[in-house]
């Protein structure tokens, strides 16, 4: 039986000439990761081990995200105690404000992945590497500190499923609507523990941002990772970005999926995540005059520039209806200053939203727009838990930044097709 690319990946890691589904393994690593929340437990228990020093300086990342710049004496201490670490053990890829971003975001933008590559993150949304060919998945802070020390990681070889992606995407459909189209259908744990593949020609129509948002949001079906084949506009990205070299997986024609789906992209339309789990999917048809408080455009789903682009399109002189608070976050310092040169901080100001710097913030319920009692927000990040932004009775309903920023001028769920024309708005749909 032939091998998927995940685990064409992992066998090699493993230095085995093949692997299967269910197989217990030992894998080298190409990159750990850490933030401000996480990185603190590991290096506890690190410090547990009595090892002196990390597995290699170079491929170690923490990326201070979630609560920095620093909200309250905690987080300053967390931080103070990755900050002192970092630079006890020459740590390369330290990010601290005015450098940090988004992880997600800032480690594809600064190289630090490309295909082939094994990362293991100690964040549940580390899979969003997939979308370079890589496998990468999120683990706990104690398998991050073992990784850390020793540069290796213990898995179980996941089986896979296989999503054909076909068509030409619809007005405003978006790799956030098709990731949230897949959730709906197969449910939170309908990929539980395993490998999401998406293959199919539909994938020429998919940015990178948006299989960036695919691979992302793996996690909140249960997938153990989420992956792309590597095509023509993967390479141009790496390319642009890293200096590493890459190494191209193609799964066996004879390699064994536990299910295959087919999506069709001309099909979709625009899709919302009601609460409070992200398999609760309705289209924006099925959602309009749902009134809102707030709009979150932003996190490590989709704070990138594109993600920016839509949303200020559609903004671009008009007002946010009164009342609704809007908190826009690029995800990392180089999206920030681009976007600025591209003007669509001011859209967003003269619109009547605000602009903050990169941070998890909100989606986490950290802080930038926290929900009190009753309250609804509109959002561009990945989940929708009870209590997920501030109180147990918020309601959180996810979307694209298009549908986003459409909600944010009426007031209430919209369809972006109500109040622009979709060839006011930059998409492969206009190609």
Request: overall charge negative; some cysteine.
């Amino acid at each position: 039986m032939g091998m998927t690319m995940t685990q064409k990946i992992l066998a090699r890691h493993a230095g085995l000439t093949s692997v299967k589904a269910g197989q217990l393994i030992e894998a080298d690593l190409d990159l750990v990761l850490g933030n401000d929340i996480t990185s603190p437990v590991a290096i506890h228990e690190i410090s547990k081990m009595k090892k002196e020093g990390v597995f290699h300086k170079d491929k170690i990342a923490l990326v201070m995200d979630h609560f920095v710049p620093n909200k309250d004496i905690k987080s300053a201490e967390h931080v103070k105690e990755v900050r002192e670490f970092a630079c006890k053990n020459c740590i390369s890829n330290f990010y601290d404000v005015g450098e940090m971003g988004i992880e997600h975001a800032l480690l594809p933008e600064k190289g630090l992945v490309v295909a082939g590559d094994v990362v293991i993150g100690a964040d549940s949304h580390t899979c969003t590497y997939g979308a370079l060919g890589a496998f990468s998945t999120g683990v706990g802070s104690t398998d991050m500190a073992a990784g850390m020390a020793t540069g290796k990681a213990w898995f179980k070889v996941p089986s896979a499923i296989k999503f054909n992606i076909t068509g030409k995407p619809a007005a405003f459909i978006s790799g956030k609507d098709v990731i949230l189209h897949i959730i709906g259908l197969i449910g939170v744990d309908g990929a539980l523990y395993q490998s999401m593949e998406f293959v199919g020609d539909g994938i020429q129509y998919l940015s990178m941002d948006d299989r960036f948002a695919i691979a992302n949001m793996a996690i909140e079906a249960g997938g153990k990772n989420g992956i792309f084949p590597v095509d023509d506009l993967t390479r141009a990205y790496m390319k642009e970005h890293s200096d590493k070299e890459p190494v191209e997986y193609v799964a066996d024609e004879d390699a064994e999926y536990t299910a295959e789906y087919t999506i069709d992209l001309s099909q979709l339309r625009p899709t919302v995540s009601f609460p409070h789990l992200p398999e609760n999917t309705h289209t924006v048809d099925e959602s309009s005059r749902i009134p809102i408080d707030q709009v979150v455009i932003g996190s490590c789903t989709n704070g990138r520039l594109s993600d920016l682009a839509v949303a200020a399109q559609i903004l671009a002189g008009k007002k946010v209806k009164k009342g609704i608070r809007v908190i826009v976050i690029p995800a990392t310092q180089k999206i920030y200053l681009d976007a600025m040169e591209k003007g669509y901080l001011k859209t967003f100001i003269e619109a009547g939203a605000i602009v903050s710097t990169p941070t998890c913030g909100p989606c986490l319920g950290g802080y930038m727009g926290i929900l009190a009692a009753g309250e609804r927000c509109v959002s561009t990040t990945n989940r929708n838990f009870v209590g997920r932004m501030g109180h147990v009775d918020s309601e959180v309903y996810l979307a694209s930044p298009a549908v986003a920023a459409a909600s944010a001028l009426t007031g209430f769920i919209t369809d972006p097709a109500d109040v622009v024309s979709p060839s006011d708005v930059t998409g492969p749909w206009n190609d």
